[in-house]
């Protein structure tokens, strides 16, 4: 998707924590992912968050590396996490990575780098995909590590029955209606998501199932959470 359709996207949504349906709290969120990739991060490398959104996952793992940048290719999203959750240690910034002179940039800029990613790979097309695969790997060279949460077809099944059973979810219909979100096709066939990295030039660590905390609650009053896998993967040195 383009920046255009981002930059709506954020520009319309309350500037409150919490207001996008993925914008849980971070013990929510990236403080059960850390202990899922911190042993085999090095924490003197910068961490990038890709797709940083509001900031919020940001501005915690501020805490526990020593550089981070936030990137997003929404320009209202960069501007709501500079203004919302800042830290001493954080730069937000907008980047297109898919354009290969902005990664060339930061690549010379941050030099290794490990990368956080949350619910990307999904938004893209095939061509993009491979290409957002590529530049990570540029990101990570010889010493980053990876982390990425992605939505597999389970998650989009999981959405599609709640809908259809009529269940009153107005942020996940919301997306479901303007980004085809339940029904896009997912980056991988559920569980396999290891093997599109592996496909694509990684070394998987780790992986397993886990949950997306969203910022939705069910009619029962309990927060929705969704079904979708994570990696965490080095740039393959036979490359």
Not at 65 to 83: K, M, P
Not at 192 to 217: P, Q
């Amino acid at each position: 998707m383009t920046g255009a359709v981002w930059d709506a996207f954020w520009s319309t949504l309350p500037a409150e924590p919490g207001s996008a349906l993925w914008d849980s709290s971070p013990r929510l969120t990236a403080a059960r992912h850390l202990p899922l990739f911190q042993s085999h991060a090095d924490p003197s490398l910068p961490l990038i968050d890709l797709g940083c959104g509001s900031g919020r996952q940001t501005q915690w793992l501020a805490g526990h590396f020593g550089r981070v940048v936030g990137l997003d290719i929404a320009e209202a999203a960069v501007a709501l996490a500079a203004a919302t959750h800042p830290a001493p240690n954080v730069v937000y910034r907008r980047a297109d990575l898919l354009d290969a002179d902005t990664v060339t940039a930061l690549r010379a800029e941050f030099g290794d780098a490990n990368v956080y990613m949350r619910g990307v790979l999904h938004q893209l097309g095939p061509d993009d995909r491979t290409d957002m695969l590529a530049t990570i790997r540029l990101l990570l060279g010889g010493t980053g590590v990876l982390f990425a949460q992605e939505l597999t077809e389970r998650t989009g099944w999981y959405v599609a029955e709640l809908l259809a059973g009529g269940a009153q979810l107005p942020k996940t219909a919301g997306l479901a209606a303007h980004f085809d979100f339940g029904s896009r096709i997912a980056p991988a066939h559920d569980g396999r998501l290891r093997l599109l990295l592996e496909g694509s030039g990684f070394d998987v660590v780790a992986d397993g199932d886990i949950a997306l905390h969203t910022t939705e609650r069910t009619s029962d009053g309990q927060p929705l959470e969704l079904p979708t896998r994570y990696v965490v993967a080095r740039a393959s040195a036979r490359l």
